[in-house]
C-alpha cells in the first residue's frame, strides 16, 4: 500500500510541476507581451522638450515634453495584460523652465501652443472689476497686477486670489504682498527697480513687460498677437469699452486664453 501511494505521491506532483511550468511560460510569454506593448506605445508617444529662447530681454519657456515610465506602466500591467489607462509618464523637463530660472526675467511662454495671457494693471481701481466681470462672461480668466497698498485695501473685494501679480518697489512691499496671499505668485517689472533681485530671494520667478498696450486696444492686439505672449493692458475706460471685441478677436484667431500660471506652466 505504501508503495502505491509512493506512486501516486510521485504522479501528482509531477502533474503539478507540468502544470506550474505551463503557467510559469504563459506569465512570462504574457509579460514579454506587456512589454513589446508598452515599448510600442511609447514609441508613438513620448515627446521631447522643445526648448525656448534666451533674448537680452530675457527668456522664452520651453515647452516640456512626457515619456512613458516604463518600468512603473510595467508593474501597474504585470500580472493582468496591457492597458492604455495604467500607463504612467514622467515629466522631461526643459532647460529653460520655470522652477530652475528664477534668476531670469521670463518674457513669454513657449511658443508651440496657440496661448495667450491678458494682465490688467491696476491704478485707480475704477474698472478692472468691470473688466473682469467681462472676462467671466466669456468664461475666461484675466489676471490683474496690483502692488501691495491697492492689495492690502481691496484683499475683501478678490475672489481669485491665483492670478495676482505683483509690481513694487522694495522686498518689504513684497514680504507684505506674500503675507496677504500665501498663493505662487509673479514679480512683474514696471520700472527701473530690478524687482527680480528681491524676488530671487523668495524663489519667485519675475516677468518682464513686453507688450503693454496704453490704448487702442484692438488695433494694437491685432498688430502683436502670437503664441505664449503676455499682453499687459492699462486699466482705463477706453480698454474696458475695447475689451470684449478684442477677447472675441483673439479667439477667432485660435487662440485660447489662459490664466499667468497655465501660460507659464
Not at 26 to 55: H, M, P, Q
Not at 84 to 94: A, D, M, P, Q, V
Amino acid at each position: 500500500m505504501d508503495k502505491y501511494f509512493k506512486y501516486f505521491t510521485i504522479f501528482l506532483i509531477a502533474i503539478f510541476s507540468f502544470y506550474w511550468t505551463n503557467k510559469v511560460i504563459e506569465l512570462s510569454e504574457k509579460n514579454n507581451v506587456i512589454l513589446a506593448s508598452i515599448n510600442k506605445y511609447a514609441d508613438s508617444f513620448d515627446y521631447k522638450c522643445r526648448e525656448g529662447s534666451i533674448t537680452e530681454d530675457g527668456i522664452v519657456l520651453g515647452l516640456s515634453g512626457f515619456k512613458v515610465d516604463k518600468d512603473k506602466s510595467y508593474s501597474n500591467m504585470k500580472g493582468i495584460g496591457f492597458k492604455e489607462e495604467l500607463i504612467e509618464y514622467k515629466e522631461n523637463e526643459c532647460i529653460l523652465n520655470k522652477k530652475n530660472n528664477t534668476d531670469k526675467y521670463i518674457i513669454r511662454g513657449n511658443e508651440y501652443n496657440y496661448n495667450v495671457s491678458l494682465v490688467i494693471d491696476v491704478n485707480s481701481g475704477k474698472y478692472y472689476n468691470k473688466m473682469l466681470k467681462i472676462a467671466d462672461q466669456k468664461n475666461i480668466e484675466l489676471n490683474v497686477l496690483m502692488n501691495y497698498n491697492y492689495l492690502s485695501e481691496n484683499i475683501d473685494n478678490i475672489e481669485n486670489h491665483s492670478t495676482i501679480l505683483f509690481k513694487g518697489n522694495s522686498l518689504k512691499e513684497l514680504n507684505s504682498f506674500i503675507n496677504i496671499l500665501h498663493d505662487e505668485i509673479f514679480c512683474v517689472k514696471t520700472n527701473d527697480y530690478e524687482i527680480i533681485n528681491d524676488c530671487i530671494k523668495k524663489k519667485i520667478n519675475s516677468i518682464k513687460i513686453i507688450n503693454y498696450i496704453d490704448k487702442d486696444l484692438l488695433t494694437t492686439t491685432k498688430k502683436i498677437l502670437d503664441k505664449g505672449i503676455i499682453i499687459f493692458i492699462k486699466e482705463s475706460n477706453n480698454n474696458l469699452i475695447e475689451l470684449s471685441a478684442t477677447i472675441n478677436y483673439i479667439q477667432s484667431k485660435g487662440y485660447k486664453i489662459v490664466n499667468i500660471n497655465d501660460l507659464l506652466s
